[in-house]
């Protein structure tokens, strides 16, 4: 266990090391020069070279990364330009309005997707089944900005249950206080999770109803209710958590169509608004943040699965 | 429309066992009579293929028939409803709505398929390296997936979709450059159990390279999992342009995209457009799901364990 545990650690540190590099790498891959691009295109040759003096951007392309990482681990994840604000003042602002919307949606969309997984494969190729298999399926195949453009059209304009638009407080307090119209761009993220998330309950849950250990519990006469919770629904979760790991870019993804469709001030849309102001530190910045928190989420939920199933971290020695 | 007539070989209504082949003929070595009666046994994955037909059709074959200037907007013919002249209406620049599915279509589809080659290509070969050779290497190559993975498709596109004006060749290049890792990592699986397969000891015993050994030995192998991916990359491909397109990063004007359309129709959202919002996703709609049914049939019938029921 401890050694599974320091292998997946290190694993993660070199992953976040690969982020970083990534990252680093996306910033000098940009065409065009940083100090013509902030100084203008009338600047003097002088004074782009100051400039690059003074942002150590003459510096051999590995003293740079040396300090990009520097900077990084002393919280500095660069200055935007264009709002003239540190990035990480615009990650503190926008991150948490984000995750308002996407972590409720996570939480409820693996409430309801991992029952519906369990009923499609005890109900397998039953009409149950067939019907919500065929609306998972339309889901998942649904452009997510479309479905929440339908959304808006049922439930914001021609039944007027909720606001067309999120709300626009910019603190957390202020967007909070009208949780009606965090329902929609909830709801977005939250259908196309469920959609990601059943498809995957369904096959491991018919996969663990084909165990061995499945057919002695009925053998023994173990009633059918019995059967469901105490053996198929135990074996069947484990899975559910590296899924909502690995699930993390899909979800976050969804996070951010939902935020431009609802116009609602969190990263998602800092992240568009940067990308259309061609505002690379900040795009790289909440690109960062997102790369690392996902690294996170999957080492935390390999090691919750470790914890609870001894089988993973005895297993595969080769190490994967 | 040669894949079709192979379909029609084995229609739905046959049973699968008559086309098994029968006990006193020598096995097939690779056998794709039963693979074939399991996929036409499916209905969902003969669905699949009809629709995708459909689909060619409607994009490539259509404008032939239903003419129509996808060039330039007819501004006095703009947000028109449905009629006989405009079977879906026009759109707020006055582009038939219908003609204009018909050549956005185009490029998601070449687009799709282009990038499911590049990336299976690319991504097979990657794995089946990682795989067989293992230890640092496979450590090494891994690890470079972890970290593309850990930031979402859409992020990077965007970035580098900002820096960079996006052209057709550009998008195939972007996407496939990180589309390759689901692939790789399916065949990195497979190689890891195969290189200690007989066989390849006896090709390894008998002298063959280990480009060899990759190429002949393992890739073959492991191609059935990689047909059923690129399948559901084509589907992934063709989403993620249009989700691209939709956010205004996609093919720059005049090329007509599918989520271009959405982006323009979702002005509309208020005024009861419906031509300009609903058949555009529902073609991306069936398109994404066509794709996935295919992947789903051939994955079933692929599968050795179904073949033998």
Same mark, same amino acid.
């Given at each position: 266990?401890?050694?599974?545990?320091?292998?997946?650690?290190?694993?993660?540190?070199?992953?976040?090391?690969?982020?970083?590099?990534?990252?680093?790498?996306?910033?000098?891959?940009?065409?065009?020069?940083?100090?013509?691009?902030?100084?203008?295109?009338?600047?003097?040759?002088?004074?782009?070279?100051?400039?690059?003096?003074?942002?150590?951007?003459?510096?051999?392309?590995?003293?740079?990364?040396?300090?990009?990482?520097?900077?990084? /681990?002393?919280?500095?994840?660069?200055?935007?330009?264009?709002?003239?604000?540190? /990035?990480?003042?615009?990650?503190?602002?926008?991150? #948490?309005?984000?995750?308002?919307?996407?972590?409720?949606?996570?939480?409820?969309?693996?409430?309801?997707? /991992? %029952?519906?997984?369990?009923?499609?494969?005890?109900?397998?190729?039953?009409?149950?089944?067939?019907?919500?298999?065929?609306?998972?399926?339309?889901?998942?195949?649904? #452009?997510?900005?479309?479905?929440?453009?339908?959304?808006?059209?049922?439930?914001?304009?021609?039944?007027?249950?909720?606001?067309?638009?999120?709300?626009?407080?910019?603190?957390?307090?202020?967007?909070?206080?009208?949780?009606?119209?965090?329902?929609?761009?909830?709801?977005?993220?939250?259908?196309?999770?469920?959609?990601?998330?059943?498809?995957?309950?369904?096959?491991?849950?018919?996969?663990?109803?084909?165990?061995?250990?499945?057919?002695?519990?009925?053998?023994?006469?173990? %009633?059918?209710?019995?059967? *469901?919770?105490?053996?198929?629904?135990?074996?069947?979760?484990?899975?559910?958590?590296?899924?909502?790991?690995?699930?993390?870019?899909?979800?976050?993804?969804?996070?951010?169509?939902?935020?431009?469709?609802?116009?609602? #001030?969190?990263?998602?849309?800092?992240?568009?608004?940067?990308?259309?102001?061609?505002?690379?530190?900040?795009?790289?910045?909440?690109?960062?943040?997102?790369?690392?928190?996902?690294?996170?989420?999957?080492?935390?939920?390999? *090691?919750?699965?470790?914890?609870?199933? #001894?089988?993973?971290?005895?297993?595969?020695?080769?190490?994967? | 429309?040669?894949?079709?007539?192979?379909?029609?070989?084995?229609?739905?209504?046959?049973?699968?066992?008559?086309?098994?082949?029968?006990?006193?003929?020598?096995?097939?070595?690779?056998?794709?009579?039963?693979?074939?009666?399991?996929?036409?046994?499916?209905? &969902?994955?003969?669905?699949?293929?009809?629709?995708?037909?459909?689909?060619?059709?409607?994009?490539?074959?259509?404008?032939?028939?239903?003419?129509?200037?996808?060039?330039?907007?007819?501004?006095?013919?703009?947000?028109?409803?449905?009629?006989?002249?405009?079977?879906?209406?026009?759109?707020?620049?006055?582009?038939?709505?219908?003609?204009?599915?018909?050549?956005?279509?185009?490029?998601?589809?070449?687009?799709?398929?282009?990038?499911?080659?590049?990336?299976?290509?690319?991504?097979?070969?990657?794995?089946?390296?990682?795989?067989?050779?293992?230890?640092?290497?496979?450590?090494?190559?891994?690890?470079?997936?972890?970290?593309?993975?850990?930031?979402?498709?859409?992020?990077?596109?965007?970035?580098?979709?900002?820096?960079?004006?996006?052209?057709?060749?550009?998008?195939?290049?972007?996407?496939?450059?990180?589309?390759?890792?689901?692939?790789?990592?399916?065949?990195?699986?497979?190689?890891?159990?195969?290189?200690?397969?007989?066989?390849?000891?006896?090709?390894?015993?008998?002298?063959?390279?280990?480009?060899?050994?990759?190429?002949?030995?393992?890739?073959?192998?492991?191609?059935?999992?990689?047909?059923?991916?690129?399948?559901?990359?084509?589907?992934?491909?063709?989403?993620?342009?249009?989700?691209?397109?939709?956010?205004?990063?996609?093919?720059?004007?005049?090329?007509? &995209?599918?989520?271009?359309?959405?982006?323009?129709?979702?002005?509309?959202?208020?005024?009861?457009?419906?031509?300009?919002?609903?058949?555009?996703?529902?073609?991306?709609?069936? &398109?994404?799901?066509?794709?996935?049914?295919?992947?789903?049939?051939?994955?079933?019938?692929?599968?050795?364990?179904?073949?033998?029921?």
């Amino acid at each position: 266990m401890t050694s599974f545990v320091l292998r997946r650690l290190l694993q993660a540190v070199v992953v976040m090391l690969g982020v970083t590099l990534l990252v680093f790498i996306l910033e000098h891959i940009l065409p065009g020069n940083l100090a013509r691009e902030i100084l203008g295109i009338r600047a003097s040759a002088i004074e782009v070279r100051a400039f690059d003096r003074q942002n150590g951007l003459d510096e051999p392309i590995v003293v740079q990364y040396w300090r990009y990482l520097v900077d990084l /681990v002393h919280g500095n994840l660069g200055h935007s330009y264009r709002l003239n604000e540190s /990035v990480r003042s615009v990650l503190a602002q926008d991150l #948490p309005k984000s995750l308002i919307i996407v972590a409720p949606a996570l939480v409820i969309a693996v409430l309801i997707a /991992v %029952p519906l997984g369990i009923v499609q494969a005890v109900r397998r190729n039953t009409i149950v089944d067939h019907a919500t298999t065929g609306a998972s399926f339309v889901l998942y195949a649904m #452009p997510s900005f479309w479905l929440g453009m339908i959304l808006i059209i049922v439930f914001a304009d021609k039944l007027g249950w909720f606001p067309v638009e999120a709300p626009q407080g910019t603190s957390i307090g202020a967007v909070l206080a009208d949780p009606r119209a965090l329902v929609l761009p909830c709801l977005t993220v939250m259908l196309v999770s469920i959609a990601f998330f059943s498809r995957y309950m369904r096959s491991a849950a018919i996969e663990a109803l084909a165990q061995d250990y499945i057919r002695t519990a009925r053998a023994k006469g173990l %009633p059918q209710r019995l059967v *469901l919770a105490r053996h198929l629904v135990r074996n069947a979760l484990g899975p559910v958590i590296t899924l909502v790991g690995l699930s993390l870019p899909t979800v976050i993804t969804a996070g951010l169509v939902s935020e431009y469709l609802f116009n609602y #001030p969190g990263a998602g849309l800092a992240y568009w608004n940067a990308a259309v102001n061609q505002d690379y530190p900040v795009e790289l910045g909440i690109t960062l943040a997102i790369g690392l928190a996902t690294v996170l989420g999957n080492l935390l939920a390999d *090691l919750a699965y470790a914890a609870l199933d #001894p089988r993973v971290s005895f297993g595969s020695p080769a190490g994967d | 429309m040669a894949v079709q007539s192979v379909w029609e070989q084995t229609a739905p209504g046959r049973t699968p066992a008559t086309l098994l082949p029968k006990e006193d003929e020598p096995p097939a070595k690779l056998s794709l009579r039963p693979a074939l009666a399991v996929f036409s046994a499916s209905r &969902t994955g003969l669905l699949g293929v009809g629709l995708v037909v459909f689909i060619l059709l409607f994009c490539f074959v259509g404008p032939l028939l239903y003419h129509t200037n996808q060039l330039a907007g007819n501004l006095s013919n703009v947000n028109l409803a449905p009629s006989a002249h405009h079977l879906l209406g026009t759109d707020s620049q006055g582009f038939d709505v219908l003609g204009r599915l018909m050549v956005a279509g185009q490029s998601s589809i070449e687009i799709g398929l282009a990038v499911a080659a590049v990336a299976t290509s690319f991504g097979v070969i990657y794995g089946a390296i990682s795989g067989f050779l293992g230890g640092v290497v496979d450590a090494v190559f891994m690890r470079i997936i972890d970290t593309i993975l850990s930031i979402p498709t859409i992020f990077l596109f965007i970035y580098l979709a900002t820096a960079f004006k996006p052209t057709i060749w550009l998008l195939i290049i972007v996407l496939s450059a990180l589309s390759w890792l689901n692939p790789a990592r399916l065949v990195r699986g497979e190689a890891l159990s195969l290189r200690r397969r007989e066989f390849v000891d006896a090709a390894r015993v008998m002298g063959s390279p280990k480009h060899k050994l990759v190429l002949r030995h393992i890739v073959p192998n492991t191609l059935g999992t990689v047909i059923v991916n690129a399948t559901f990359q084509v589907a992934d491909a063709i989403l993620i342009l249009a989700t691209l397109a939709f956010f205004g990063f996609g093919l720059p004007p005049p090329a007509a &995209t599918w989520g271009g359309m959405l982006s323009s129709g979702i002005n509309y959202i208020y005024d009861g457009y419906w031509w300009e919002i609903y058949p555009t996703g529902a073609i991306i709609v069936l &398109t994404v799901l066509a794709f996935n049914f295919i992947g789903d049939a051939l994955r079933d019938a692929l599968d050795v364990r179904l073949q033998v029921r």
